[in-house]
């Protein structure tokens, strides 16, 4: 286990974890803001993309960890910390739930305990976080933990996103 919070448990994503991920991920409701083509995926790309996330938590010691409900042990999402190099090294902080676990502050729980984690153990400074506009939830999570609007760029996936960022004080 990487972090813990009062409801949930955050883990290095393994590749057990890919049939509740790709039962999750497969919906294009739950995609929406994800990956730029609102559709769900199939079990081959959330494969490749758990892969991904485990070579990075090995290498850097921070990915979208498996985030695991402490009332059921069931895998609701994936969040966290994960490098990028787009406009310079940078270091994106994400999370996605499953539908059904949608509402519930889930992500907000994830951020807070991420960027805490980022700050007070990997010693990072600054945290960037991307958002497609009109999802107004995501906005709400990262200006109520603290993230400012920095502005809207393509520079990042080749798509309009609006651009956040948390500095360190």
């Known amino acids: 286990m990487i972090i813990e919070t ?60 498996t985030v695991v409900s402490k009332a059921n042990d ?20 994400g999370y996605q739930f499953g539908r059904a676990h949608w509402g519930m502050g889930y992500a907000t729980e994830v951020a807070q305990a991420s960027v805490r984690f980022g700050f007070e153990t990997l010693g990072i400074e600054r945290f960037v976080a991307l958002v497609y506009p009109e999802n107004q939830a995501s906005v709400k999570v990262l200006e109520k933990i603290g993230f400012g609007f920095v502005g809207a760029s393509d520079v990042y996936y080749g798509t309009m996103m609006d651009v956040y960022e948390m500095v360190k004080a």
């Open 74 to 93: 069931q895998i609701i999402g994936q969040g966290g910390l994960e490098p990028m190099v787009f406009n310079g090294e940078e270091i994106e902080l």
């Open 6 to 65: 009062k409801r949930l448990k955050l883990f290095a994503p393994c590749s057990s974890d890919l049939d509740a991920l790709a039962d999750m991920w497969s919906e294009a409701e739950t995609m929406k803001y994800v990956g730029g083509d609102e559709v769900g995926w199939d079990r081959e790309r959330v494969g490749r993309w758990l892969d991904r996330q485990i070579a990075c938590h090995k290498k850097q010691g921070m990915s979208y960890w």
